[in-house]
């Protein structure tokens, strides 16, 4: 069962969208528990630029491997990197019909960010945490761990059953 409400970060969005990732499914399924409940999924606007990055990253390194940027200039491969694009845009655009969403402009979240870079999170993942702070929705839909830097009185963190114990550590040494 999905919260009410939730802040939804890139690293969640791409892989419950891309069937090549590798918790695409658990994703996926928690996906579309927040669209079936009804839940308000927040995210913010830079949310659509990182999973536009995240696309071309996935091609390249599925076409070239671990020598991936060197080719990011290559015309062919950013053909298929923009395909890729173009395919994780249609499938955000059909998530977001299917979710009850709100987006946030960045715009209004910046006063915000040095508090959560204040924590060790790089200026774009802050600007999540703030997207959450800014709405006060303490459920933070992620992949990545790094966020349980940040004080469970500030973000309750939804990650894949395989980061439970990485979160835990980390808040625990905090």
């Known amino acids: 069962m999905a919260p009410s409400e939730v802040v939804l970060d890139a690293s969640f969005v791409v892989d419950a969208l891309l069937g ?17 409940s009804g839940s308000v999924a927040y995210f913010n606007v830079l949310l659509v630029a990182e999973l536009w990055e995240a696309a071309y990253t ?16 290559d015309g062919r491969s950013l053909r298929a990197a923009g395909r890729a694009r173009d395919g994780l845009n249609a499938a955000w655009s059909a998530a977001l019909e299917a979710l009850n969403a709100v987006s946030v402009d960045v715009g209004e979240i910046l006063t915000e960010v040095p508090a ?26 992620t992949l990545d761990y790094h966020f349980s830097l940040v004080p469970p009185r500030l973000l309750d963190l939804y990650v894949p059953q395989s980061r439970v114990s ?9």
């Open 20 to 36: 090549s990732q590798p918790r695409h499914d658990a994703c996926r399924a928690f996906l579309d528990a927040i669209a079936a």
């Open 58 to 73: 996935i091609k390249l390194r599925e076409l070239h491997g671990r020598r991936w940027r060197t080719h990011r200039e």
């Open 116 to 141: 959560f870079m204040r924590y060790g999170l790089s200026s774009s993942d802050a600007i999540h945490a703030a997207t959450a702070a800014y709405v006060d929705v303490r459920a933070f839909v």
């Open 166 to 174: 990485a979160c835990r550590t980390r808040r625990a040494r905090r």
